[in-house]
């Protein structure tokens, strides 16, 4: 049976449907470290209780603990679930729009190249889309360009792959660009746009974790790896960059978040403008 009763000694605790603890937080705080890198704080106490609550309904769970008991004496596909609850998807189509105009001048400066880009944090396809516009207006309809789209959450991995968003989520892009590259649904798909499948066939989608191994094999010309530093501590983001720096070639382009600043890795990548950093 769920409990409904004051929880223990942890904070925001009265009036919820599950009993929650600063121990269940230290666990689930301990866990999602493991398993994924993410470092959360004291202050995410609402958010993880909100988010993994699910997960005990989902489950049939009474207790966090029960929960979490059950979690870590099983190998299956929970654990993945338990991963895309605690990850953080927020995102738009060009956003943080200079890095799209940087990337464009990269691409002319060499058009008849064969280009791979990795976009490590995919989520619902917003960014990726984007990455696949700029190209295909920048190389023209000969351009050769492959876009890995990759992230650890697979459900919104699932929605990039899919490339269908409602309407009010592309009206920030150009009249132009909604009718070059998307398909307008119609009937029972209507509000509903599409990815066209011009644009489509160059994406790749795989779930990979940058906690572990990276498991590609030929090396890429420039990687989008934006706003995921910000959920990692100084070790474990000094460990995703040199994963990276390992899978891109010298030259190459990292595009990261506004808020990230790899300073203490000088020998790995030097600062080229803003947030865009060059693999040594």
């Known amino acids: 049976m769920r409990s409904t009763a004051a929880a223990t000694d942890g904070p925001l605790a009265e009036g919820r449907e599950f009993i929650w603890s600063d121990a269940d937080f230290t666990r689930i705080k301990a866990l ?72 464009a001048d990269l691409l002319a400066a060499r058009r008849t190249h064969d280009w791979r880009i990795w976009c490590s944090a995919a989520s619902t396809g917003e960014e990726p889309y984007s990455i696949a516009m700029t190209a295909a207006e920048t190389l023209g309809p000969q351009g050769r360009f492959h876009i890995v789209n990759s992230d650890i959450d697979t459900q919104v991995l699932a929605t990039a792959q899919r490339g269908i968003y409602k309407a009010d989520g592309v009206k920030g892009l150009s009249a132009e660009r909604m009718q070059r590259f998307f398909m307008r649904g119609k ?14 066939k160059h994406m790749g989608f795989q779930t990979v974790n940058l906690i572990h191994e990276l498991p590609f094999h030929e090396p890429f010309d420039a990687v989008f790896c934006r706003n995921v530093m910000i959920y990692f501590d100084a070790a474990t983001q000094r ?24 300073s203490d890795a000088r020998n790995l990548f030097a600062l080229r403008g803003k947030t865009v950093y060059e693999r040594l």
């Open 32 to 103: 999602i470290y493991k398993k994924a890198g993410i470092s959360l704080h004291d202050g995410k106490h609402a958010m993880v209780y909100s988010r993994v609550s699910r997960r005990l309904r989902e489950t049939g769970h009474g207790s966090f603990k029960s929960y979490l008991d059950w979690l870590e004496q099983h190998d299956g596909g929970e654990w993945q679930e338990f991963i895309n609850a605690l990850t953080t998807n927020l995102t738009a189509f060009f956003r943080e729009q200079h890095h799209f105009g940087i990337l």
């Open 239 to 262: 460990q995703v960059l040199e994963r990276i720096h390992r899978v891109m070639k010298p030259g190459g382009m990292l595009f990261v978040g506004h808020a990230e600043n790899f």
């Open 187 to 200: 009937g029972g798909n209507a509000g509903l746009m599409r990815v066209k499948p011009e644009l489509q």
